[in-house]
């Protein structure tokens, strides 16, 4: 390592150092969602029933969060993404819980092999705030996944006024997940 921190240092002379041999099969993953508002629905943000009116429009219950962090699970593993697995035609899938379909994308992934390392969410909206149901988002998601919850992070944020989400039209979230192939003896 060098040593002070120089925040305008030139670039790295070798430039950046390869991957460690073995470590090269983990996986990155992004997922992006919004969901417009609608009056009469209630708004669930991460498993949490945050009020019961003025929540999100969607084929399930809108959780805009989970869908979120679950086409960031399905993209790092390149198993494609919610629409597909889940599409909007299915009946049986109106008003589903978006925290069992993101369970049956973890699952999914643990058949597949894969072990989640973390994953890192932000909520784009100008009301509700997030940080009073943080703690609860982040416990109700990593229980859907079967990880610790030191392995969810999540925060809200607003656009200061601008776009849809400044407008107060809907909410939006995006999700990145790390991926990794789980120890042999995790494997279901
Ligand atoms: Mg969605």
Not at 121 to 128: G, L, T
Not at 169 to 177: E, L, R, S, W
Request: include cysteine.
């Amino acid at each position: 390592m060098a040593g002070a921190f120089d925040p305008v240092a030139p670039p790295l002379e070798n430039g950046m150092p390869a991957v460690k041999e073995g470590d090269t099969s983990l996986r990155v993953g992004l997922g992006f969602d919004a969901h417009r508002f609608a009056r009469r629905r209630p708004l669930v943000l991460g498993g949490v029933r945050v009020r019961e009116r003025d929540g999100l429009l969607g084929h399930s219950d809108a959780d805009v969060l989970a869908h979120a962090v679950m086409d960031a699970l399905l993209g790092a593993a390149g198993l494609g993404d919610i629409g597909t697995l889940f599409p909007e035609t299915d009946p049986e899938l109106a008003g589903a819980d978006s925290l069992g379909l993101l369970a049956t994308v973890a699952r999914l992934l643990a058949e597949q092999g894969w072990a989640l390392i973390n994953v890192d969410a932000v909520v784009i909206c100008e009301e509700p705030r997030i940080a009073p149901y943080r703690a609860a988002m982040r416990a109700r998601l990593a229980a859907a996944m079967g990880v610790g919850v030191d392995r969810v992070s999540l925060r809200g944020t607003t656009t200061e006024g601008l776009g849809f989400t400044g407008r107060g039209d809907g909410i939006a979230a995006q999700a990145v997940v790390l991926i990794g192939p789980a120890a042999t003896e995790e494997r279901p």
